[in-house]
């Protein structure tokens, strides 16, 4: 298949609805390989839906999603199953009852110890490697998903709730990392936040959310590596 073609997501008439509700209505949606994108939506707008959607934690209601050019494969009882390529950075996906050394462990089994070397070893998140996560403040439970996030090698990321709660020199650090992943590793990365101001400054293309529909695509900052074609 012609590069400029292939597609890691493919979206068509997708749609989510809980109760009587329509959380998410996107006619169409294309994530193409190696490109950062920003996802900007206020609460409610329907970005941390379609990012549980584009990992497999939630199930679309009707409609199509097409991660490369397949649906997502299911159990016998209907549950897609894990992909190991995706990754979902969400603090609301920490398992609180864990701590940090145990749940790093079960995500990065080969490299839990190097990752302790170079956050928490001689960092002032140390205390944090054995401490229960549920004791853990908003603030630091962000710092321990942003670890997560740019301590794995998935073929795409997904990051929600982006820059929040960080100060500008955490999110200077965050957003490097992010961008030499993308650089060197060529990882297809969605990042969802409530503004564009920190997406903007890397983000190759900014897609718009308002109450569940796109509401307008923009670039952002462009490089000579990004191609993209998105459409509503």
């Not at 996802?39 to 409610?44: D, E, P, R, S």
């Amino acid at each position: 298949m012609n590069q400029n073609k292939r597609l890691v997501y493919e979206v068509k008439d997708l749609k989510k609805v809980l109760g009587n509700r329509t959380i998410l209505q996107i006619g169409r949606l294309e994530i193409h390989p190696g490109t950062i994108y920003g996802i900007v939506g206020t609460f409610g707008s329907g970005k941390t839906t379609l990012l549980k959607i584009m990992c497999g934690k939630e199930k679309e209601t009707s409609g199509v999603l097409k991660y490369d050019d397949e649906s997502f494969s299911k159990n016998w009882f209907g549950k897609i199953k894990s992909n190991d390529d995706l990754l979902l950075a969400s603090v609301l996906e920490l398992q609180e009852k864990l701590n940090a050394h145990q749940l790093i462990k079960s995500l990065y089994p080969n490299k839990h110890e190097s990752i302790y070397e170079k956050y928490f070893a001689n960092t002032s998140l140390k205390l944090l490697w054995d401490q229960t996560i549920s004791k853990y403040s908003p603030g630091e439970k962000i710092c321990l998903n942003n670890i997560i996030a740019v301590s794995g090698d998935p073929r795409v990321l997904l990051v929600d709730d982006y820059g929040t709660k960080l100060d500008n020199k955490m999110e200077f650090e965050f957003r490097k990392n992010l961008v030499k992943m993308n650089n060197e590793l060529g990882t297809t990365i969605i990042a969802a936040s409530s503004d564009d101001f920190h997406l903007k400054k890397f983000a190759a293309v900014l897609i718009y959310l308002d109450n569940g529909h796109i509401s307008k695509i923009r670039p952002g900052k462009i490089r000579n590596k990004d191609k993209y074609s998105l459409r509503r």
